[in-house]
Each structure stands twice: as structure tokens, then as C-alpha cells.
């Protein structure tokens, strides 16, 4: 019989999945240092071979187990297995696994003698809504079309998994700090084989900014770093605002430090205080070279720059 084959590295380094091929078939390498070996049949999908593989994390266990304590193991072992079929729709799968002694016994394999992950569990129904105004609605339907639930499919949980993370880091770089889930759950019907997922997401009101307080500004005019600024009280709150706000100031070049930083800790009435904190560059600089030219000799450059001769930012070179 043919293994997809998982093979222990005694070289350190970072953990890496890729696939290539060898004479006995395709083989996933694992690189994470000295660590036990994975064995899968050939015949499996990328994706299943690499969720087992993922799920078992046997990169992670020593060597030095004893393979009596792995084998007492096996049936949460067996579990984990299951859970990564589980996670692509497999609920129906069967396996075999056996622990061997492998590089003389200096470490050992876990084997996955036979895997039958049997028909996927399909999508019979999907019910996915997005609660709120259209303001809210118009934001979060790109994360739902890009997620691709739909009917007819095989189950895959890591799309579901994905689509709610995508909605959560959406709201809350967006200000929707008081977003939930209304209803959240895939029901499996065995007997059928089929599911039905159920996604009801309240994103609930958007949250503004609140006064914005800059600090560090002197001696430059206040009025003339809010013109900069452009954001105002009572706006949309926007993590996309807050970085487009550092980079105009970061654009004047009046600054080598700019902090930009909402306190979302102390927000009232569903406003965000925020905090703008600046370090002024140096007043004067100084630049200079020395040069030759073949056609005028040697030359020198000297060049001054005052960045803010006043209050209103005008610079003298």
C-alpha cells in the first residue's frame, strides 16, 4: 500500500508545509526540527492530508515519548482525526492507525494504516443575514458574497470559521464595537447526510469619534494641525480614517513621531475619544557636499532650512 508521508526533519527551523513528489508518491514534508513522523495512504485530497496533518500537529511531540504512552494515545488521537474529516464535511469517515518504532527506534510514526472518509456531508440549506441599516448592510455584504456558503456544496467549516472572523474584524475596525451573533450554528443530519447552516449577524450601531485631543503641537497653530487633520468630531468611526489621518500629518513632514491612539476603553454614548500625539522635527537643518565637476572643477553645496520660521508653519531654505 501507498503513503502520503509526513517525514520527520532533525533540521531546526520554522514549520513549513509544501508538497512534491516521490517514487512511492506525493509527500507532504513537515520541517520543524526532530519530531515523530506522519503516514497518510495515497489516494487523499491536498486538503484532507494537510487538516489531518494540521490537526495532529505531531510536529510538536517528542521523539522521546515512549510508545506505550502513544499508543495509550491513540483513541484521542483517533479524535483528532476525526475532527479534521469533521472540519471538511467527512462525518461518516473510518480509519486505522498503528504507532511504529522508526530510525532505529530513536523516534517513533504514527501511521494511518486505512482512511475511508466516505461522502461529504452537503449544504442543504443556508440562511445568512446581516441585520442593521443599509449603511451596515451595504459594508458587511462583500465579506458574506466573498465567503461562497452556498447550497449544494460539501460542508466546510473553515469557510464558515472564515466568514464569522471576517464579519467581527470588520466591525470593529468599521466602529461596530457592539456587533454579535444573533444565531450561529451548522445543524448535521446524519441519517441524511446533509446540513443546514444558520449565520444571523447584528452589528448593532456604529460607533463616532469623539473629541479629539492633540498634544505636542506647539509652536505650530493648533487651527493649522486640525486643517491637517480633517477628521472632526461626530464622524463615522473608521481604522481606515484613523491611518489616513497619520499620513497627512506624516505628509507635512512637520513631524518624526506621530501616535494616533482611540480610547476605546473610555468611549461614552458610542463615542471614541482620540488621542493625537506628535513630536516636532528639529527647527533648523543643516546639509552639505563637496563635488567635482569636469567641466567646472571642484564644487561645494551648503543648504539651511528652517522648517517653521512661525505659528502658521512657513519654512525658510
Not at 5 to 13: E, G, I, N
Request: glycine residues 6%; hydrophobic residues 40%.
Amino acid at each position: 500500500m501507498k503513503f502520503w508521508t509526513f517525514p520527520r526533519q532533525r533540521t531546526a527551523s520554522v514549520l513549513l508545509l509544501a508538497l512534491c513528489h516521490s517514487l512511492s508518491g506525493i509527500v507532504l514534508a513537515q520541517t520543524a526540527g526532530a519530531s515523530p513522523q506522519l503516514t497518510l495512504p495515497l489516494g487523499l485530497s491536498e486538503a484532507v492530508a494537510q487538516n489531518i496533518a494540521a490537526h495532529l500537529q505531531l510536529a510538536r511531540q517528542s521523539c522521546d515519548e515512549p510508545l506505550a504512552n502513544v499508543r495509550r494515545r491513540l483513541p484521542e488521537i483517533s479524535a483528532q482525526v476525526d475532527q479534521a474529516l469533521q472540519a471538511l464535511g467527512y462525518y461518516n469517515a473510518t480509519h486505522i492507525l498503528q504507532v511504529n518504532p522508526i530510525n532505529e527506534g530513536n523516534c517513533w510514526e504514527l501511521q494511518v494504516v486505512s482512511l475511508n472518509p466516505g461522502l461529504p456531508v452537503t449544504v442543504s440549506q443556508v440562511n445568512i443575514q446581516v441585520q442593521g441599516d443599509a449603511e451596515a448592510q451595504a459594508l458587511f455584504a462583500p465579506a458574506v458574497a466573498s465567503a461562497n456558503l452556498i447550497s449544494g456544496q460539501a460542508l466546510d467549516q473553515g469557510r464558515y470559521e472564515e466568514l464569522k472572523n471576517a464579519l467581527i474584524s470588520l466591525a470593529m475596525d468599521e466602529g461596530y464595537f457592539d456587533a454579535r451573533f444573533e444565531r450561529n450554528e451548522i445543524a448535521v443530519d446524519l441519517v441524511d447526510n446533509n446540513s443546514v447552516i444558520e449565520l444571523i449577524f447584528n452589528p448593532g450601531s456604529r460607533y463616532h469619534f469623539g473629541l479629539i485631543s492633540v498634544e505636542g503641537e506647539a509652536p505650530l497653530d493648533s487651527k493649522m494641525i486640525m486643517r491637517m487633520i480633517e477628521t472632526r468630531e461626530g464622524d463615522p468611526y473608521s481604522s481606515t480614517e484613523l491611518a489616513a489621518l497619520r499620513g497627512r500629518l506624516d505628509a507635512s513632514q512637520y513631524f518624526r513621531s506621530i501616535q494616533v491612539a482611540p480610547r476605546l476603553g473610555q468611549s461614552a454614548d458610542q463615542s471614541v475619544p482620540i488621542d493625537v500625539m506628535l513630536q516636532l522635527q528639529p527647527r533648523h537643518a543643516w546639509t552639505g557636499g563637496l563635488g567635482f565637476s569636469t567641466d567646472t572643477g571642484p564644487n561645494a553645496r551648503l543648504s539651511y532650512e528652517n522648517r517653521y520660521v512661525n505659528s502658521a508653519g512657513h519654512t525658510l531654505r
